[in-house]
């Protein structure tokens, strides 16, 4: 954990790259009085009427750029909105000696980007923490896969609407009755075929085996609401399997909360 060192009325400043759903559930959270350690002290969205909305409800200023965001001066920063902002505010938020909050994991399937973050963030005495997102169990993932050679897959099942609009989409799969798999290959071929859909699965194999070699099935199932998502990873002798449903991606939203929390906690889940 990196220790933020502030006075005993002094507050960890944070600030949001996100102001859509998922900034408005941590927004909520943080004044709801989950979060007392932090204050909000900006807010940086793409939509301005959305950005104006959040921080409103957070009472600090709406900026238009990562620079002036940045002037601010956050502790930390949580990016809540995509993987091109990741990709767009990452080695700048480290730069500045901020630490960044990842919730689009996917950002990190490219892996010259990875390793420069990597670098940028060791270079300046900053970290990358990456929230759970829609899945959780790195803990376990990550211990087995120092165990020994590790044998990762992953199987998503998502209804056919969520999957519209997306290369993997047929019209038929809204008429099936029975699953169909549309998806399989592994983690690196999935972000790139799907940038916003499959967070997760770049997640689950940075934990573990890597993006090339952690097998990824997506499968589509008639009249399904939200993802279930199936994580094994097995060597001789250990098999962990982490298995969790979700019918909104509210949770992505909550692991960035328990993310923040646990940051500031005496005791680390």
């Known amino acids: 954990m990196v220790k933020i060192m502030k006075s005993e009325s002094a507050k960890i400043r944070l600030a949001i790259a996100g102001c859509g759903k998922l900034g408005n559930i941590l927004t909520d959270a943080w004044r709801h009085g989950l979060l007392p350690e932090y204050e909000i002290v900006g807010v940086l969205g793409r939509n301005r009427e959305h950005a104006l909305a959040l921080a409103a409800k957070a009472g600090c200023p709406a900026f238009e750029t990562i620079e002036d965001l940045l ?45 420069r973050i990597k670098a940028v963030a060791r270079e300046n005495g900053t970290r990358v923490h990456i929230a759970s997102g829609a899945i959780g169990g790195f803990d376990v993932l990550r211990t087995v ?84 998502h199936r994580i094994t990873a097995e060597i001789d002798g250990v098999k962990a399997v982490v298995d969790i449903y979700s019918r909104t991606s509210d949770i992505a939203a909550w692991s960035v909360v328990a993310l923040l929390q646990n940051l500031v906690s005496p005791i680390m889940f």
């Not at 909050?101 to 990190?108: D, E, M, R, T």
């Open 145 to 228: 896969s120092l165990m020994g050679q590790v044998k990762t897959e992953m199987v998503t099942h998502k209804g056919p609407k969520s999957l519209q609009n997306t290369p993997v989409f047929r019209d038929e799969l809204l008429e099936d009755n029975e699953e169909s798999e549309v998806f399989a290959g592994n983690t690196k071929e999935a972000i790139q075929l799907l940038p916003t859909k499959v967070n997760v699965s770049v997640a689950a194999s940075l934990a573990t085996a890597g993006t090339e070699k952690t097998e990824f099935h997506i499968i589509s199932v008639p009249g399904m609401e939200g993802d279930d």
């Open 71 to 115: 002037d601010a001066k956050p502790d930390y920063v949580a990016e809540m909105a995509s993987v091109q902002l990741v990709k767009d505010i990452g080695e700048k938020v480290l730069k500045a000696g901020a630490h960044l909050v990842v919730l689009s994991i996917g950002a990190f399937a490219d892996e010259e980007f990875y390793g």
